[in-house]
């Protein structure tokens, strides 16, 4: 199957501080990515869509000037999140559509664990 | 719109023995894809198996089957001879096409389900 690729897959900030993640589709074009957030023992939350060379797609009640996704080409979507505090501490998730597969598919990455001190 | 309901938060089976991890859905689209995936413990997302609602036959990978019933909205996934590696939480999801099938939605997750494997 396709490879999704997150970096970094750990990350400790201080408060205040942005942190950047990059996702990358490592072997097809992925002209839709999606962020999602996922809290210990819950289900995945999508943040928000990203289709290449657009702004991004936000969901219901979260923030866009916090949470800033990039998608500049077809194979990398960036998802910085400004000013961090504590409670944004949690697990995120890439995946990457792949236009060509069988059943429109969404490939994952392995995920980044953000803590904010 | 679409809806995920994942009524099982744990489950527990011996090993080898088969278990079944219940969901249901509720969508207004008329076409959709339903997904299941594995979480273990390390974060990543394993993509299991795909039902399309159009599909006649159940799908099967491995030791993973789909049990479809679309007139009950339920998309159960059936693991058989479990071993303690299948430990880890279980997500079902779907996602709908359009009539044409040339653009589609985002996944829609249930809450999950925790299985335990006991040796």
Redesign the interface.
Known sequence: ?AVVSQHPSRVICKSGTSVKIECRSLDFQATTM?WYR?FP????M?MA?SNEGSKATYEQGVEKDKFLINHASLTLSTLTVTSAHPEDSS?Y?C?A?DPVSE??????G??T?LTVT | AQKITQTQPGMFVQEKEAVTLDCTYDTSDQSYGLFWYKQPSSGEMIFLIYQGSYDEQNATEGRYSLNFQKARKSANLVISASQLGDSAMYFCASQGLNAGGTSYGKLTFGQGTILTVHP
């Not at chain 1, 023992?41 to 995945?44: A, G, M, N, T």
């Open positions: 199957g999606f996922q023992k819950q289900s995945l999508l869509t697990f998730i995946s559509r059943f429109y598919e969404q490939y994952f392995p995920g664990r």
